[in-house]
């Protein structure tokens, strides 16, 4: 049987901005009211997934959610009709207003964790939508992603849908994000790498002092349950709470792994030495690649700015491996030395392609926060909705969606406009008909 890792990647919604909401994410807060290009987001992210499909990967979609997020405001209060409710939120409330019309769902790292057949008791692939509790913003969209992943992998006997975890600050769950699979191969039974910023319920114990800690230890031992996955093919980590003091929000800013590879900063994590020597013997006899980034050859600083770390690391059709790495690692002269230098390495690595998705790294999002990993095989795959799998005729029709639905500017104040509420909700509409995933969204239930 074959396995392949699928990346599901985050479509860039209509009312993609720059609202600053991510304390700790240095990106967002200094490009807080930045004007933005939702129409030219959407296509960068667009063109990523249709490069890597045209490198012979197996790329997906995973659709945006409805936003401004109007049945959110009703909760807190804001009535009438829905251009009241927009307009008396926008005018009373506008940071709250502002965070209800975050189109951060597009980072689709965060918006589950998911664990192969190979590594789960039952062998079915498990998903849990992350609860985000860190940020207002980002809280606002497990059960969506939930609705959509169900459309998405609506097949009981193969996938296994978990409610996200409670919503509260001790089991912050950020999703993938902060959770890697290294494996032989992808059908193999692999080693999931669970990172967590802080311990919920020992305060004794290490943590970040200036920016937050968005996922617990506790967090990432209820998803190792819920999961299924048993004592030898995990391990838990947590990151170095320095590095989260810099600007390191996630672990896939400094980390990201792939198969025999783990590529990361030397400060990343805490216990590196007895941490990796776990990771190997629960590996098994093949040897793993960590490959250390050392201070010396890249600051954190120069991580944070250029997202050398959030790439992704693909296996290629001939068994090598390439970087996805976005344009800001280019335009770094010492990031781009490392990597010219890297690939000539005795390593898997051999390749880097340079993707432009500047839109998304403005508000702290490089090529690996825009995906979400499966790991499947063929009878899995073949159960996979096939809406949601690019192709030529997917990207051209998405593309004159975008055309026809986005905006080519947008600033903050815009958000306002009750046109674009109106503007969303017939774009998403469409999708849901193009992707086949029927009612998920508030406005259709
Ligand atoms: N994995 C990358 C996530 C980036 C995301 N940024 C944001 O939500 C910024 C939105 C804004 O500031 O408008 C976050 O911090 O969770």
Redesign the pocket.
């Known amino acids: 049987m074959k396995h392949v890792e699928v990346n599901f990647d985050g479509l860039v919604g209509p009312t993609h ?6 304390f700790g ?1 240095v990106a ?1 807060l200094s490009n ?1 009211k930045a004007t933005s290009s939702p129409k030219s987001a959407a296509k960068q992210g667009l063109a990523k997934m249709k490069a890597l499909h045209d490198m012979g990967m197996v790329q997906g979609v995973l659709a945006p959610q409805e936003r401004p997020d109007i049945a959110t405001l009703r909760r807190l209060g804001f009535s009438g009709s829905d251009g009241e409710v927009l307009i008396r939120a926008a005018s009373q409330a506008p940071q709250i207003f502002q965070a209800v019309c ?1 189109a ?1 769902s597009m ?1 689709t ?2 918006a589950a964790t998911v664990s192969p057949g190979a590594d789960t008791a039952d062998g079915k692939v498990h998903f849990t939508p992350a609860n985000l509790t860190n ?1 207002f ?2 809280s606002l969209e497990p059960q969506t992603s939930g609705r959509i992943l169900q459309a998405m992998f609506n097949n009981g006997r193969y996938f296994e849908h978990h409610t996200h975890l409670p919503d509260n600050e001790h089991f912050g769950d950020e999703g993938a ?1 902060n959770h890697t699979r290294l494996c032989s191969n992808y059908g193999h039974a692999g080693v999931e790498i669970f990172t967590f910023g802080r311990y919920a319920f020992d305060s004794s114990k290490p943590a970040p002092q200036k920016y937050p800690a968005r996922q617990t230890f506790e967090a990432s031992q209820a998803i190792a349950r819920l999961h299924g996955l048993s004592d030898e093919n995990t391990v838990f980590i947590q990151q170095n709470p320095a590095v989260i003091d810099q600007g390191v ?2 672990n ?1 800013v400094i980390a990201v792994g792939n198969q025999n590879v783990l590529f990361y900063h030397q400060q990343a994590f805490l216990d590196t030495e007895q941490k990796f020597a776990e990771i190997q013997r629960k590996f098994g006899d093949e040897p793993v690649h960590f490959i250390e980034v050392s201070t010396n050859e890249v600051s954190v600083e120069d991580a944070v700015q250029t997202y050398l770390f959030n790439t992704q690391l693909l296996t290629m059709q001939d068994g090598h491996m390439a970087i996805i790495a976005p344009t800001e690692c280019q335009e770094n002269p010492r990031v781009a030395a490392y990597l010219a230098e890297l690939v000539t390495r005795n390593t898997p690595i051999r390749q880097v392609h340079y993707f432009d998705v500047k839109q998304s790294m403005r ?3 490089g090529p690996a ?1 825009l995906r979400l990993r499966v790991a499947l095989n063929d009878t899995e795959l073949a159960a996979v909705n096939p809406a949601v799998l690019m192709n030529d005729e997917l990207f051209a029709r998405l593309n004159q969606w975008v055309d026809k639905h986005y905006r080519d500017e947008l600033s903050v104040a815009d958000l306002s406009d009750p046109q674009l509420l109106t503007e969303s909700r017939t774009a998403l509409d469409e999708l849901t008909q193009i992707l086949k995933l029927g009612s998920v969204y508030p406005f259709q239930l």
Not at 17 to 22: D, E, Q
């Open positions: 901005n720059y609202a600053g909401l991510s994410n967002s807080a975050s951060s980072w790292a965060n940020k913003h980002r994000a929000f996630h896939d508000n702290g999002g926060c």
